[in-house]
């Protein structure tokens, strides 16, 4: 399978606990994007990645999260100190270079927090 | 501030009724708009992506069209299998992030 993935699927936590989530791009993609995306609501939009330069996080950001992309391959998203509202879909997505282009999603982590 | 919205937020359709779902938009520079359909538990797929007003995509019951102001979603004859969420989104100059939309939950009935 040639698609993005995600690791985990699922993830539960208590509350004051680290989480750290994987996404692996569609390889020739130099474009990766972090999502969250809670019921009833569209995804929005965290953070993007050209290569390995983060050049772009959302306002919104609370400093409890902070992504990577070693190498400019896989990236993971970190999350500190959970909080019951960070319970949603976090979503990766991955798109070629170029000027605007569709984005390629993932399936998705579902994260729990208890 | 640039904003997406769709209406209707959940639409029933039965099998073979026509239908068209809605896509506002209110960006500054806008450079692409997308449609992706999304079925539960999953991430969003690509479906189409248009530049410029007056343009217009086709794929088998879906058609999209571009304003300046909106995005239409035409679904013909729609199936039982055409159910799931459907989403738009902007991406405008000055920003590499997308604008989606809360999207169109749509049910067709057999």
């Known amino acids: 399978d040639t698609g993005v993935s995600q690791n985990p699927r699922h993830k539960i936590t208590k509350r004051g606990q680290n989480v750290t989530f994987r996404c692996d791009p569609i390889s020739e993609h130099n474009r990766l994007y972090w999502y969250r995306q809670t019921l009833g609501q569209g995804p929005e939009f965290l953070t993007y990645?050209?290569?390995?330069?983060?050049?772009?996080k959302s306002r919104l950001l609370s400093d409890r999260f902070s992504a990577e992309r070693p190498k400019g391959s896989f990236s993971t998203l970190e999350i500190q100190r959970t909080e019951q509202g960070d319970s949603a879909m976090y979503l990766c997505a991955s798109s070629p270079s170029g000027t605007v282009n569709e984005q390629f999603f993932g399936p998705g982590t579902r994260l729990t927090v208890l | 501030e640039d904003q997406v919205t769709q209406s209707p937020e959940a639409l029933r359709l039965q099998e073979g009724e026509s239908s068209s779902l809605n896509c506002s938009y209110t960006?500054?520079?806008?450079?692409?708009l997308f449609w992706y359909r999304q079925d539960p538990g999953k991430g969003p797929e690509f479906l189409f992506t248009?530049?410029?007003a007056g343009e217009e995509k086709e794929k088998e019951r879906l058609k999209a069209t571009l304003t300046k102001k909106e995005s239409f979603l035409h679904i013909t004859a729609p199936k039982p299998e055409d159910s799931a969420t459907y989403l738009c989104a902007a991406t405008t100059s000055g920003t590499y992030k997308y604008i989606f939309g809360t999207g169109t939950r749509l049910k067709v009935l057999a």
């Open positions: 990645f050209q290569n390995e330069a983060q050049l772009e």
């Open positions: 248009l530049y410029s």
């Open positions: 960006v500054s520079g806008l450079r692409g």
